[in-house]
């Protein structure tokens, strides 16, 4: 019997933090709407192997249990593995009291040093960008004012794609 990564995460997120997203969904609601860009952009990943696939899909679940939860990165590491915890601490903000506090430049020195992190980082800003859209949350402006530094410090070129449409959504 393998172990159940995503069923893992949200109970993490959702029973022994009872976390919620925007207030109304439990956090397992966001983690979802990460996967789903995470589905729209695989392609640009190019798996050779099912693990190198479930080593991402891994940190995509996973994304945020280092940053919101009691989980540490050899939490991670002896539940799934080195590859995945390495992702999911390249995403994971640094400490600060403010938003410009926590990504400071070892966060983007973290974030950088890895593409899949980018790609991690890129879907999860997407599924914020498209949820804070769709809801008129006042996080919308705020992710279109970090937009273009997030894009000057991470920019890989194989993920133009994801930052063009992001910059679409942003501009909405």
């Known amino acids: 019997m393998t172990f159940d990564f995503k069923k893992y995460c949200r109970h993490q997120h959702d029973v022994v933090c009872n976390q919620q997203y925007d207030d109304v969904h439990p ?43 009691r989980v540490t990165y050899n939490d991670i590491k002896n539940r799934v593995g080195e590859r995945t915890a390495d992702i999911i601490f390249g995403v994971t903000d640094s400490q600060g009291k403010t938003r410009a506090e926590r ?15 980018v790609f991690v980082k890129l879907c999860d800003v997407m ?21 273009p530094d997030f894009k000057m410090k991470a920019f890989v070129p194989k993920f133009k794609p994801m930052f063009d449409q992001l910059e679409k959504i942003l501009s909405l």
Do not use: C, P
């Not at 949350?137 to 992710?143: C, E, F, R």
């Open 127 to 147: 599924a914020n960008a498209l949820y804070s859209y769709m809801t008129g949350s006042s996080m919308y402006d705020k992710y279109g004012k970090e937009f």
């Open 103 to 117: 990504k400071d430049d070892a966060f983007w020195k973290r974030l950088t040093a890895d593409e899949l992190s």
């Open 27 to 69: 956090y397992s609601f966001h983690l979802a709407l990460v996967y789903v860009q995470y589905n729209r952009w695989k392609h640009l990943l190019e798996f050779k192997t099912r693990q190198e696939r479930e080593i991402v899909e891994n940190a995509i679940w996973g994304h945020d249990l280092i940053e919101d939860e």
